[in-house]
């Protein structure tokens, strides 16, 4: 960023999540912990309150508008963790980015392949994209090839542990509830993130090599069988991160519920 450089693979993670580098470096121990001694100098979040003894983050400082969303996500964690993975998409989404199509995201960085070359690894295998937040960017020819319409609304019923961005977007979900959710989490999650981003993009077909990635050549059988060994690697990564995001959700749910009903005044 200082020297005003695009990077392929790491902007993602600071531009398609919008958690800042500042934020991400800010420690927090999670809500419902007393840190005694401590003072407004020793935690940079603005929901912690003083105590008698130090500081403390209570679950009340959860925002009352944003409730329906962690039940929202509690649910959709749950459901993605009690669901079987599955790893047949076999990184072709960023293919279906640029499947017939003279634009691509990544402009300033070229295809490993020619557009002929390219398109035709799309043809040769079937899209099965499981992640809306993928599926929305494929071009308009790529759209009508994949097994499922994918939207918005359905994606609880979708998204599978077996998938690079449902795991990279663990991310996400830590740090939507900062400070709530403990910073050790939080970078847990991130690294997960990072992990996927790269052999996401490795898997692309974007020629990376000048930023020191070498390809996973999905267009070729060792290939394919490079990138589902990966892409189980995130999963098994992934997974005991994804149970402690829902416990931090399951936790703050349980806490905001137990609160007691405010009183009208006499």
Not at 95 to 107: F, G, L, S
């Amino acid at each position: 960023m200082a020297r005003g450089q695009k990077h392929p693979v790491y902007d993602f993670l600071f531009e398609y999540y919008s958690f800042r580098p500042a934020h991400l470096l800010r420690w927090t121990p999670g809500f419902g912990v007393a840190l005694e001694d401590a003072t407004r100098a020793d935690v940079q979040w603005s929901e912690f309150t003083s105590t008698d003894t130090g500081l403390l983050l209570s679950a009340s400082a959860f925002p009352e508008h944003r409730r329906s969303y962690l039940q929202w996500a509690a649910n959709y964690l749950g459901a993605v963790l009690a669901r079987e993975p599955s790893f047949a998409c076999l990184g072709l989404h960023e293919w279906a980015m640029v499947y017939r199509d003279p634009n691509v995201r990544h402009p300033y960085v070229p295809l490993r392949l020619s557009r002929e070359e390219t398109d035709a690894v799309v043809d040769s295998q079937p899209l099965r994209c499981t992640h809306y937040d993928a599926f929305r960017f494929f071009t308009p020819a790529a759209v009508p090839l994949n097994r499922w319409e994918l939207t918005r609304v359905t994606t609880s019923e979708h998204d599978q542990p077996g998938c690079i961005h449902a795991n990279m977007d663990l991310y996400k979900f830590a740090y939507k509830i900062a400070p709530f959710c403990p910073s050790s989490v939080v970078a847990d999650a991130f690294e997960v993130a990072r992990f996927a981003r790269e052999i996401d993009m490795r898997a692309s077909p974007y020629d990376l090599s000048g930023y020191g990635f070498e390809p996973i050549r999905i267009e070729t059988r060792a290939g394919r069988e490079e990138y589902v060994e990966l892409q189980r690697a995130v999963s098994l990564r992934a997974q005991p991160v994804r149970a402690r995001v829902l416990d931090v959700y399951a936790r703050l749910l349980g806490a905001l519920r137990e609160e007691p009903t405010p009183q009208p005044p006499p």
